[in-house]
T-cell receptor, first 115, second 113 residues
């Protein structure tokens, strides 16, 4: 059974803190993605990676960075958390190649609250 | 500017009836469209897709229709079941040359027993 896991389901942080959100997949997928989901805005792509150490900006990369040192793990980093980064964060992975969206599997999400 | 629009935030349907969820897009480069379903506390799951070379794709109770000239697609669920109650996201991509999906805001479907 395919699995994408995220390190925390709920997280509360203070403004200015450095925050790490971890995502691990066990499907040997090349592609990994980070989205945020906000009410009335749907899912928006923050960053994606199509290979180890490779990363590409999505629609809203400002205030975020990512790290992909191993194929199965993709980390989202908030260098200095701000209240407008309070959101639901979703990680996904998919098979290699372009347009492999039908194979995009999502994790359960991390609900982050920045105070 | 939103390139994928789901103008109905919510929809309620009686069990057994048809549910029709609508999606409009503005980007003419989009040529591949998908629907995802999301239950609370879970990640979205892929439901059905359609390529721009088709105008209809069917999978069991789910059918997606694409009207390219109107830049409109719709998801039909027949018959609707209480387990279909979820948020449905429409998504689009520029096809084979893209890693990126653009999502709509989602429509919350409630199927009333």
């Amino acid at each position: 059974d395919v699995k994408v896991t995220q390190s925390s389901r709920y997280l509360v942080k203070r403004t200015g803190e450095k925050v790490f959100l971890e995502c691990v997949q066990d499907m040997d997928h090349e592609n990994m993605f980070w989205y945020r989901q906000d009410p009335g805005l749907g899912l928006r792509l923050i960053y994606f990676s199509y290979d180890v150490k490779m990363k590409e900006k999505g629609d809203i990369p400002e205030g975020y960075s990512v790290s992909r040192e191993k194929k199965e793990r993709f980390s989202l980093i908030l260098e200095s958390a701000s209240t407008n980064q309070t959101s639901m964060y979703l990680c996904a992975s998919s098979l290699p190649g372009l347009a492999s969206f039908e194979t995009q599997y999502f994790g359960p999400g991390t609900r982050l609250l920045v105070l | 500017d939103q390139q994928v629009k789901q103008n109905s935030p919510s929809l309620s349907v009686q069990e057994g009836r048809i549910s029709i969820l609508n999606c409009d897009y503005t980007n003419s480069m989009f040529d591949y469209f998908l629907w995802y379903k999301k239950y609370p506390a879970e990640g979205p799951t892929f439901l059905i897709s359609i390529s721009s070379i088709k105008d209809k794709n069917e999978d069991g109770r789910f059918t997606v229709f694409l009207n390219k000239s109107a830049k409109h697609l719709s998801l039909h669920i027949v018959p609707s079941q209480p387990g279909d109650s979820a948020v449905y996201f429409c998504a689009a991509s520029e096809g084979a040359g893209s890693y990126q999906l653009t999502f709509g805001k989602g429509t919350k479907l409630s199927v009333i027993p």
